[in-house]
């Protein structure tokens, strides 16, 4: 029988981009993504991810009420995948008040572009609308100065630096910080 993520992770449609639950179906996709070289060296964990690695992740995401995840789509097609994760024990995703997000784009002609932004609004306009959530913490490589860009542009300060830069977004922050984005990405454009 096919394994779905828990029913409380909903489906998201917003700045041309769908985000739906990840399925079993996806983990093919997600882990060749996940383990090309733009990607891997920008995450945490460098290592390659096995098929056994990536079902076993699998299966622990589909009963772990303290993280959501979604692949994400554009015009139909799978461009690369979103999450948000309790940094809080004992909280849940639906009770916390922050969250950790984690975002890559997996299909390369979509890297380094402006939809990348997209996934992200939507993730948070539904995070800060309707769960409880009023921030949200991030961690990057102090070597990745594209991600650490792209985290300002969303209003993110940055709140303290070791091998990381530690960094904090509060809702009117993100709110005053992306009119603009929201705008442009809010178009509608042509095929």
């Known amino acids: ?8 992770t909903p489906e998201l449609s917003a700045y041309q981009v769908l985000l739906r639950p990840i399925k079993e ?9 996940r383990n090309s070289d733009f990607v891997r060296e ?13 079902y076993a992740w699998f299966k622990k995401i589909c009963h772990d009420h303290t993280q959501m995840h979604w692949l994400i ?15 809080v024990t004992g909280e849940t995703v639906n009770t916390a ?15 380094g572009n402006i939809l990348a932004f997209a996934p992200t609004l939507a993730l948070y306009d539904y995070c800060f609308k309707y769960m409880k959530v009023d921030k949200f913490r991030a961690a990057v490589k102090s070597t ?5 860009k792209y985290n300002q542009q969303l209003g993110y300060q940055i709140s303290s630096r070791d091998d990381f830069i530690h960094l904090c977004l509060q809702k009117e922050a993100y709110e005053r ?4 984005l929201k705008s442009f990405l809010s178009r509608l454009r042509k095929s």
């Open 1 to 8: 029988m096919k394994q779905s993520l828990p029913v409380s």
């Open 25 to 33: 179906s996806d983990l093919a996709l997600l882990r060749g993504w």
């Open 42 to 54: 920008k995450m945490v964990t460098t290592s390659l991810i096995s098929e056994e690695q990536q």
């Open 73 to 87: 789509e554009y015009r139909g097609k799978p461009i690369g995948a979103t999450n948000v994760k309790v940094p």
């Open 97 to 111: 008040t922050t969250l950790e997000p984690g975002l890559y784009i997996g299909e390369p002609k979509y890297q």
């Open 144 to 148: 990745n100065v594209a991600a650490l």
């Open 177 to 180: 910080q992306t009119v603009t």
